[in-house]
């Protein structure tokens, strides 16, 4: 199957801090990424969808301005937590799409632990 | 009521059972993922399906596209299966971006 990676896998960080996170297709070319956010015993919520070279769409009640996504490449999108606080400690994880078989398949990354102090 | 109802919530079970996990979805699909995720860790992907049955190991997934309906089963359950398991469903309401509708997961133990 077509890998995903996330990096870094866990990251602590000071309050006001900014924390980039990094999603890539390695195997594949992702037409499109989507970034989802986990909280403890919950299920997946949506942030957004990147597609490549324009800007992503953002799920109702998501600021734009505090999770930037950048989508530069067929392979790399990034999720960046400007600002952190305390409550946006969580579990991020990246999904890909791809056309590459001919059928819009999906593939998860490994997820980024974010815990900011 | 949620668009995809999991159920059981909590599954318990010895080392050898077979195990079934249910999956109902209320919205009109054009896939459905069954995805495993180990506490604290990533998400990956068992299946996808659109019709009928996929096999890989001692995993199977089934879909009942008229009612609106899939199985996991595991047979022979061993410790390692312990996880929770999610089905998603991507709706069929058209365009290319496929947004993913999540249940809330099965939680399985697996005793030795």
């Known amino acids: 199957g077509a890998v995903v990676s996330q990096h870094p896998s866990r990251v602590i960080c000071k309050s006001g801090t900014s924390v980039k996170i990094e999603c890539r297709s390695l195997d594949f070319q992702a037409t499109t990424m989507f970034w989802y956010r986990q909280f403890p015993k919950k299920s997946l919520m949506l942030m957004a969808t990147s597609n490549e070279g324009s800007k992503a769409t953002y799920e109702q009640g998501v600021e734009k301005d505090k999770f930037l996504i950048n989508h530069a490449s067929l392979t790399l999108s990034t999720l960046t937590v400007t600002s952190a606080h305390p409550e946006d400690s969580s579990f991020y994880i990246c999904?890909?799409?791809?056309?590459?078989?001919?059928?819009?398949?999906?593939?998860f990354g490994p997820g980024t632990r974010l815990t900011v102090l | 009521k949620n668009e995809v109802e999991q159920s059981p919530q909590n599954l318990t079970a010895q080392e050898g059972e077979f195990i079934t996990i249910n999956c109902s979805y209320s919205?009109?699909?054009?896939?459905l993922h069954w995805l495993q995720q180990h506490p604290g860790g990533g998400i990956v992907s068992l299946f996808m399906l659109s019709s009928g049955k996929k096999k890989h190991g001692r995993l199977i997934a089934t879909i009942n596209i008229q009612e609106k309906h899939s199985s996991l089963h595991i047979t022979a359950s061993h410790p390692r299966d312990s996880a929770v398991y999610i089905c998603?469903?991507?709706?069929?309401?058209?365009?290319?971006?496929?947004?993913?509708?999540f249940g809330k997961g099965t939680l399985l133990t697996v005793n030795p």
């Open positions: 919205v009109g699909i054009s896939a």
């Open positions: 999904s890909a799409q791809t056309r590459d078989r001919g059928w819009n398949e999906q593939f």
């Open positions: 998603a469903v991507r709706s069929n309401s058209g365009g290319s971006n496929y947004k993913l509708t």
